[in-house]
């Protein structure tokens, strides 16, 4: 009898944490988070979605025993977690981010493209811009900043700063541009300049608008690798763009040191990935269905770091960034 020398646990295990996703998507679809921020029974929750109760009660009890919510005496409600992140009302209510994530990033075409490779003319232009609608997910992103990381970010910049001000910054490549918005907010003699392409410019206008701060902040719109972003700026916030500037990388981080002031800063984030794109798994994993689509836009970690020290950038500082970005790090930069 063949004696096994590992487990296949693993796998099966897999499978199971396939379902719970399953499951939770499911609950997100219908909303179900929002009807169970106070007791509730299966059929009163049925009634308000309108669904079959004994269905509703079988996906409850589901939810309660994989961690999403507590049953007592035939009733139901949210976890503290599940309250704070999914019902409706919360300031960071997530749900909408993680449905647009899951369907961005499903490799629901694994099968395909594994048999019929990337979309030629996807591989030929390599542009992100084509591929992802980068407007929506600057709205969605708005809740997802605010789970730690625009916090993480605050406390970072007010230790650098202490008893000074930045008294001018900017936000390249920004999204909605809440870290701009949230510095200006907290510094009153700073000026601020969100920098974004046209299709993208509409969500931190609309932002800037709702929080009264047109005096204090500018939108402008371009695109960075070629337009004129403006100078003599205390802080540069460069999250999430160096690692698709391929092609381009030297030229944009030679603007980015001339366009700071002489003890200026320069904010970078980066999905960090390794030269060999094993690591970290949920970047590899999260733009696997872009690359079998036929994009190649992520620069390594080692070609970033290079690429700064080379133009003369050293880093002053570093720290995790916080909320949806577990174990990935936020570093600062100073001028040579």
């Given at each position: 009898m063949y004696i096994p020398k590992e487990s296949p646990a693993s796998y099966y295990k897999l499978l199971h944490q396939k379902r719970v996703a399953e499951l939770f998507l499911c609950a997100l679809r219908f909303d179900l988070f929002s009807c169970l921020t106070e007791w509730e029974t299966a059929h009163e929750v049925a009634a308000i979605r309108g669904l079959k109760e004994r269905s509703v009660e079988l996906v409850l009890n589901a939810l309660a025993a994989t961690g999403f919510l507590e049953k007592s005496s035939g009733k139901y409600r949210n976890t503290a977690q599940?309250?704070?992140?999914?019902?409706a009302g919360s300031p960071v209510d997530i749900k909408e981010s993680l449905l647009y994530r899951e369907a961005m990033m499903s490799l629901s075409t694994l099968d395909t493209r594994l048999l019929t490779g990337p979309d030629e003319r996807t591989r030929e232009r390599n542009l992100g811009v084509e591929a992802y609608d980068f407007k929506e997910t600057a709205r969605i992103s708005i809740p997802e900043m605010y789970t730690g990381r625009v916090q993480n970010f605050m406390k970072e910049v007010k230790d650098i700063y202490q008893d000074k001000q930045p008294k001018k910054i900017l936000d390249l490549g920004g999204g909605s541009g809440v870290l701009a918005i949230?510095?200006?907010?907290a510094f009153t003699n700073c000026q601020g300049v969100i920098f974004e392409s046209p299709q993208v410019t509409e969500i931190p206008e609309k932002l800037v608008r709702t929080e009264g701060i047109s005096e204090k902040i500018s939108v402008l719109e371009g695109d960075f690798m070629e337009d004129?972003?403006?100078?003599?700026?205390?802080?540069?916030?460069?999250a999430g763009i160096l690692d698709f500037t391929k092609g381009n990388l030297e030229n944009l981080l030679k603007r980015l040191y001339d366009a700071l002031t002489k003890e200026g800063m320069l904010y970078v984030v980066t999905h960090q990935v390794d030269k060999d794109y094993l690591s970290p798994p949920e970047t590899i994993l999260g733009w696997l269905s872009s690359h079998l689509e036929g994009l190649d836009i992520l620069l390594t970690e080692e070609i970033i770091e290079t690429a700064l020290h080379k133009q003369g950038f050293v880093r002053?500082?570093?720290?995790?960034?916080?909320?949806?970005?577990?174990?990935i790090k936020a570093k600062f930069y100073g001028k040579n």
């Open positions: 599940s309250n704070e992140f999914l019902a949230e510095l200006v907010k004129d972003f403006g100078g003599a700026y205390d802080l540069i916030i460069a002053k500082k570093e720290s995790l960034t916080g909320g949806t970005l577990q174990g």
